[in-house]
């Protein structure tokens, strides 16, 4: 039976205020929601988000749920800066809306180009796009290093199969893990504000060939920042497939940060490189440099003049397209 209206009117914004905000749990998408009129509930809002694939990145119990019984690998990459194509790659799966429904959407990343090895897209949140994808990816090359989180596509025995016969290190992000997945955090953020929230998909076919056609141009032609305004592609192909460190040495990726809890696996736009980050910075600060390139304060469009930054309220409809797509 095909949703009501109301049904993905109201998961469209819960995406959109994820997507503005991954560090929002069920709790304040239930109060901003309440606060534009909806009447909600936050078990409701739990329901719709757990049906959606997504989850508040937030430190805080519950923020990936996975099958009981199903084996987690502990998080291999806090002190891991990833150094070359293929070193380190992470998978997500993210929720693509269109006009009168929604896909998902599930993307194989190299952490190091940003390149976007593979990607499926499906109408369910069945475990077989996933083995696609995987396989995909895996057909083309193999990381030293395959992170996820712990969700249970995951840490299903087929998908852990796969990656085992290419004899690659398994990473799972570890629950309150605010920054573990930010790489892919950041891909997300770009292909909604850049190629979804631009169109009204009428169907599962307009939305693979806009989809395919976007990914393709952000691979190829999109010049990135963080990358000195290459391309994903240039990086990814231009730098040795693996370079592995020689035998009887330690991994020359390896770094110690003593000046903060939270380890970035690459410098943060937006701050010098090399620069550590100070204790005296909120963990939020922290994480909305990482995600955004910049303070989110410092981006409420014009409409939110001579309102305070953190009025909630302020933020209301379609996130806005102005320069918070520039950073990854």
């Given at each position: 039976m095909s949703p009501g209206a109301e049904e993905v009117a109201l998961k469209h914004r819960i995406d959109e205020l994820?997507?503005?905000h991954p560090y929002y749990g069920s709790r304040r998408v239930a109060v901003v929601l309440r606060r534009e009129g909806v009447v909600i509930s936050r078990k409701a809002v739990q329901r719709h988000m757990r049906e959606m694939g997504i989850a508040g990145i937030t430190p805080g119990p519950h923020t990936s749920r996975r099958t009981p019984g199903h084996p987690v690998y502990p998080y291999l990459l806090g002190t891991v800066t990833s150094s070359y194509p293929n070193h380190v790659w992470g998978v997500d799966i993210t929720y693509i809306r269109m006009h009168a429904g929604w896909l998902y959407l599930v993307a194989v990343l190299d952490w190091y180009s940003r390149f976007v090895i593979s990607w499926e897209l499906d109408?369910?949140?069945?475990?077989?796009?996933v083995l696609r994808a995987a396989r995909r990816a895996l057909a083309d090359a193999r990381p030293t290093i395959w992170n996820s989180d712990q969700g249970s596509h995951f840490t299903s025995p087929q998908y852990l199969a796969l990656l085992q016969a290419a004899e690659v290190r398994i990473s799972m992000d570890g629950k309150g893990r605010a920054l573990d997945n930010i790489f892919t955090e950041r891909l997300w953020r770009t292909v909604k504000y850049e190629e979804v929230y631009l169109h009204s998909y009428e169907s599962p076919r307009e939305a693979r060939q806009g989809l395919s056609h976007y990914l393709a141009f952000y691979n190829?032609?999109?010049?990135?920042?963080?990358?000195?305004?290459?391309?994903?592609?240039?990086?990814?192909?231009?730098?040795?497939?693996?370079?592995?460190?020689?035998?009887?040495?330690?991994?020359p990726t390896i770094e110690r940060r003593?000046?903060?809890?939270l380890a970035y696996p690459t410098p943060i736009?937006?701050?010098?490189?090399?620069?550590?980050?100070?204790?005296?910075?909120?963990?939020?600060?922290?994480?909305?440099?990482?995600?955004?390139?910049?303070p989110w304060t410092s981006m409420i469009s014009g409409a939110t003049s001579g309102k305070k930054a953190h009025d909630l309220t302020a933020i209301r409809g379609t996130?806005?397209?102005?320069?918070r797509q520039t950073y990854f």
């Amino acid at each position: 039976m095909s949703p009501g209206a109301e049904e993905v009117a109201l998961k469209h914004r819960i995406d959109e205020l994820y997507t503005a905000h991954p560090y929002y749990g069920s709790r304040r998408v239930a109060v901003v929601l309440r606060r534009e009129g909806v009447v909600i509930s936050r078990k409701a809002v739990q329901r719709h988000m757990r049906e959606m694939g997504i989850a508040g990145i937030t430190p805080g119990p519950h923020t990936s749920r996975r099958t009981p019984g199903h084996p987690v690998y502990p998080y291999l990459l806090g002190t891991v800066t990833s150094s070359y194509p293929n070193h380190v790659w992470g998978v997500d799966i993210t929720y693509i809306r269109m006009h009168a429904g929604w896909l998902y959407l599930v993307a194989v990343l190299d952490w190091y180009s940003r390149f976007v090895i593979s990607w499926e897209l499906d109408q369910t949140l069945e475990l077989p796009f996933v083995l696609r994808a995987a396989r995909r990816a895996l057909a083309d090359a193999r990381p030293t290093i395959w992170n996820s989180d712990q969700g249970s596509h995951f840490t299903s025995p087929q998908y852990l199969a796969l990656l085992q016969a290419a004899e690659v290190r398994i990473s799972m992000d570890g629950k309150g893990r605010a920054l573990d997945n930010i790489f892919t955090e950041r891909l997300w953020r770009t292909v909604k504000y850049e190629e979804v929230y631009l169109h009204s998909y009428e169907s599962p076919r307009e939305a693979r060939q806009g989809l395919s056609h976007y990914l393709a141009f952000y691979n190829h032609e999109r010049p990135h920042q963080a990358l000195g305004y290459r391309t994903p592609a240039e990086v990814y192909r231009a730098a040795p497939a693996s370079a592995p460190p020689a035998e009887g040495r330690s991994p020359p990726t390896i770094e110690r940060r003593k000046e903060s809890s939270l380890a970035y696996p690459t410098p943060i736009p937006g701050l010098d490189n090399g620069v550590h980050l100070k204790n005296h910075v909120t963990p939020f600060t922290l994480l909305n440099i990482a995600v955004f390139g910049r303070p989110w304060t410092s981006m409420i469009s014009g409409a939110t003049s001579g309102k305070k930054a953190h009025d909630l309220t302020a933020i209301r409809g379609t996130p806005s397209f102005s320069r918070r797509q520039t950073y990854f």
